[in-house]
Nanobody
């Protein structure tokens, strides 16, 4: 069963950077649009960024535009989320998931995504 694995989280000071990775063992992610989501304690899971299967079309939620960058390396079967200028409000568990319906990004409805991983914790604090 396809399940993604997230890594790269950690504790960082405000203004710092982290790069998250999303991969799947034994499955080719290159046919899928991939979304990054996050969930803070007591809040709903929210979509952060998405990249289409070709890696040419990306989108971001307004709160991370200009700070986060999503990319994919087809040779490594990996999708990345580069997070710069981190803020305390970015603190959350971050998840990646495949878009179940299309190989391009349409929306961030969690029900349209699957193969969720266990997530990786990102904590932004001084």
């Amino acid at each position: 069963q396809l399940q993604l694995v997230e890594s790269g989280g950690g504790l960082v000071q405000p203004g710092g950077s982290l790069r998250l990775s999303c991969l799947a063992a034994r499955y080719n992610l290159n046919s899928y649009a991939i979304g990054w989501f996050r969930q803070a304690p007591g809040k709903e899971r929210e979509g952060v960024s998405c990249i289409d299967s070709s890696g040419t079309v990306t989108n971001y939620t307004d709160s991370v535009k200009g700070r986060f960058s999503i990319s994919r390396d087809s040779a490594k079967n990996t999708v990345y989320l580069q997070m710069n200028s981190l803020k305390p409000e970015d603190t959350a568990v971050y998840y990646c998931a495949i878009h179940l319906l299309h190989n391009y990004c349409t929306n961030y409805a969690p029900t349209d995504f699957g193969a969720w991983g266990q997530g990786t914790q990102v904590t932004v604090s001084s």
